[in-house]
């Protein structure tokens, strides 16, 4: 349940992968639990070798929550061309993003304002997000400006015969 607090506690900013990873991995698994799809197949297990390469490479990014010192959120994306968009310049791409649930109460705005500012820093020409159907942030990024594009479906091929 999000509590009330001083807006003014939490701040946003950018971190590298190695500083944050530490405090990033505790909320790992109740971001899993609580957002995670087909948890039956799926292990919790972020590829920190590959996340760490991206970083070096200056295609990932880390944004950070944190209220008087404490991680209570972060915000993990790329900035790239986009494959199809040949000529279309730098687009953020979001890969994953958590709160802790008693920080929710305006986080998500300031962190998705970061996000935002971030991708024009770095020249990025579009800035793409999404969330999961069971916890639809729709509301939070038309108030943004954002507009709703694209549907996304998992197919779930081990159960599937050949159709």
């Not at 009330?4 to 909320?27: G, H, K, N």
């Not at 008693?102 to 990025?124: D, I, V």
């Amino acid at each position: 349940m999000p509590v009330s607090l001083d807006r003014q506690a939490v701040t946003t900013q950018v971190e590298r992968w190695a500083d944050a990873l530490p405090e990033m991995r505790p909320l790992f698994s109740a971001h899993f639990r609580e957002l995670g799809v087909n948890q039956h197949r799926l292990a919790a297990r972020a590829d920190e070798a590959r996340y760490a390469e991206l970083d070096r490479l200056g295609i990932l990014f880390v944004i950070t929550a944190r209220c008087d010192g404490e991680l209570v959120g972060y915000f993990v994306g790329f900035t790239m061309p986009h494959l199809h968009y040949l000529g279309a310049g730098l687009w953020a791409m979001t890969d994953m993003y958590y709160i802790k649930p008693e920080f929710r109460c305006g986080t998500g705005l300031k962190m998705f304002r970061a996000f935002k500012r971030l991708a024009r820093e770095r020249g990025c020409r579009f800035a793409v997000t999404s969330c999961k159907v069971h916890q639809d942030h729709s509301a939070l990024f038309e108030k943004l400006g954002a507009k709703w594009t694209d549907k996304t479906f998992i197919f779930a091929l081990e159960d599937e015969a050949c159709q």
